[in-house]
């Protein structure tokens, strides 16, 4: 008997605590302003038991959460939007006037920049193509067309291709290839990044 006791009590007191500590914090917000929803709700027409002492006070609960409830997304929508804002404004005026690091910073942004714009192709295309040698291959990302002096002195239509290195991605190799001698793939982006990232584990086309 003792044991189930125990049991059913171990089972009971968390749904007991839940529901005291929701109606404790329901009271808690909806306290300051129920006078003044009660006063409102009786000025609506009759309508029954909603019009009863009980009814008017559940109503007035649930209309003051909601309210609450949208009153602090917004209010966090707000404070959120203008205070990030000010803060990345602010710091992007520090960086950009310091010596030196204000190059590395611009040159990093703007890079950035172009690489997350929502039209733009930059490392969108996954090639395979003979890398380091004809006789193996590798994967890349085709960033750009590249300079056109470089495809006029070598007489090829060259395509700047990021090679992205394993476990890193980050870091890589940028060359320059023949167009000519790019496979490209039915592969995605982030397909290619997790395949290069996972060392060939995480194969494409599967989570």
């Not at 997304?73 to 959120?80: E, Q």
């Not at 490392?123 to 291959?137: A, M």
């Amino acid at each position: 008997m003792k044991k189930y006791f125990l049991t059913g009590l171990v089972t009971l007191l968390p749904v007991a605590v839940t529901i005291w500590v929701f109606t404790f914090i329901v009271h808690l917000l909806t306290k300051p302003f129920m006078g003044i929803m009660v006063a409102l709700l009786k000025l609506l027409p009759d309508y029954g038991p909603l019009r009863s002492e009980q009814g008017i006070r559940t109503i007035s609960e649930i209309l003051i959460l909601v309210s609450l409830f949208l009153f602090i997304v917004f209010l966090g929508l707000i404070a959120r939007r203008f205070f990030f804002h000010s803060l990345i404004k602010f710091g992007d005026q520090i960086l950009n006037r310091i010596p030196l690091v204000n190059k590395v910073y611009k040159t990093s942004k703007e890079i950035i920049q172009s690489l997350l714009a929502d039209k733009g192709q930059a490392l969108k295309q996954v090639v395979l193509f003979p890398f380091p040698n004809k006789d193996s291959y590798c994967l890349g990302l085709i960033t750009s067309p590249s300079p056109k002096t470089c495809s006029e002195e070598t007489e090829n239509d060259l395509l700047s291709v990021f090679i992205p290195t394993t476990p890193n991605p980050t870091t890589g190799f940028l060359i320059m290839i023949p167009k000519k001698e790019l496979i490209y793939l039915k592969m995605s982006s982030e397909e290619a990044i997790k395949y290069v990232v996972s060392c060939a584990v995480i194969q494409p086309g599967k989570s």
